[in-house]
């Protein structure tokens, strides 16, 4: 049994799509998101394009905003869930 080494550049395209896949659910949810998601976007971009930025600073940042974003999709979850009792 082998094992595949992904690139930092395939673990960071892997978590933008994870980002976006919660954003887009998050703004069916409460459309507010979508500023978001458009500020989140930006600061991913340029936190991919700076050099001086180590790539476990970059994946750290990355793991911060996909938690948040699972914490905002779990409480709107749970209002969704009282609202429909």
Sequence with gaps: ????????RQILKFMNEH???LNLVLNAVQPKFSSLLRRVSKILKSA??????????????????????????SDKRSQILVVNS
């Design 1 to 8: 049994m082998g094992y595949h080494r992904a690139s930092v």
């Design 19 to 21: 980002i976006t896949a």
């Design 48 to 73: 991919n394009l700076f050099h001086h930025a180590s790539a476990i600073q970059i994946l750290k940042f990355h793991e911060r905003v996909i938690s948040a974003l699972k914490f905002e999709l």
